[in-house]
């Protein structure tokens, strides 16, 4: 896959590029990440990009001849072009996941005040990434590019996507790590048993009742199979179901204190 970003500031995505996941999947050749600044297309004599907007206001607009000449530069057939935007739809994993699947991305970054209206007509989508304001579409693209990226066959372990939040769509499990006892906040004794049928049950019931209690847009959208009931109603009711019980008795030994 190709990842290309169009952007006034190109340094911002040193470090990105340089860093964890993103740096050894660009080693690994599963991703290319052009970013090529916007700037350098400029006709302007005094190489601006900007200007005040016609018919007056607060702020700086991005002039349309440097976005769209850039844009035209790094076109190849089949690209699919981003602008990010208030007006697009929000972005969410299952966008994240279609855009795993292109040949070639392209993050078109506004700045200043927002781009000359005209842009829009030259892109395939406009994208938001939330109701807030940001000074610019780099911290989108970043974060748009870190979530495909990790999607790549290669990038990351397969099994490492499988529980993850919002796949389900279900909030991922409570993890821990050593030691059992922090500061009195302790490692659930069952995830010592080593009974992992009746690990991956708590797990599952875990998912569950985050999600219930956390984001009730997302568990209104899952589909609860006759299992997952069974976990709720346990929940619900207070008590430890047998077979919880059961795998602590078995497994007490491993327990750790």
């Not at 590029?17 to 993103?22: G, R």
């Not at 990009?49 to 702020?59: N, V």
């Not at 697009?88 to 292109?102: H, I, M, R």
């Not at 909030?171 to 080593?194: M, R, S």
């Amino acid at each position: 896959m190709r990842i290309t970003i169009l952007t006034l500031f190109p340094t911002m995505f040193d470090g990105f590029l340089e860093n964890s996941i993103i740096k050894r999947a660009l080693a690994k050749k599963c991703v290319s990440v052009d970013v090529v600044g916007i700037r350098s297309f400029t006709k302007d004599k005094y190489g601006r990009t900007d200007t005040p907007p016609i018919g007056g206001g607060a702020g700086l607009i991005e002039k349309c001849q440097p976005i769209v000449d850039a844009l035209r530069s790094v076109r190849t057939p089949g690209s699919h072009a981003v602008l990010f935007s208030p007006r697009g739809g929000t972005y969410d994993e299952k966008k994240a996941q279609s855009y795993a699947k292109l040949d070639h991305l392209i993050l078109v970054c506004g700045h200043y005040e927002g781009v000359d209206e005209r842009v829009n007509h030259y892109v395939d989508e406009l994208l938001s990434i939330g109701d807030y304001v940001l000074t610019g579409g780099e911290i989108p693209a970043m974060a748009v590019s870190d979530s495909v990226i990790r999607l790549l066959d290669g990038a990351i372990a397969k099994e490492s996507l499988v529980d993850e939040s919002f796949n389900a769509p279900l909030l991922e499990y409570p993890q821990y790590t050593e030691p059992a006892d922090y500061e009195g906040l302790k490692v659930p004794p069952l995830l010592y048993t080593g009974d992992h049928g009746a690990i991956a049950k708590w797990r599952r019931k875990q998912s569950l009742d985050l999600t219930r209690k956390h984001r009730a847009d997302l568990f209104g959208k899952l589909e609860l199979t006759k299992q997952d009931k069974k976990l709720l109603a346990e929940l619900d009711g207070g008590e430890a179901p047998k077979w919880e019980t059961t795998a602590l008795e078995k497994g007490k030994k491993f327990i750790k204190k």
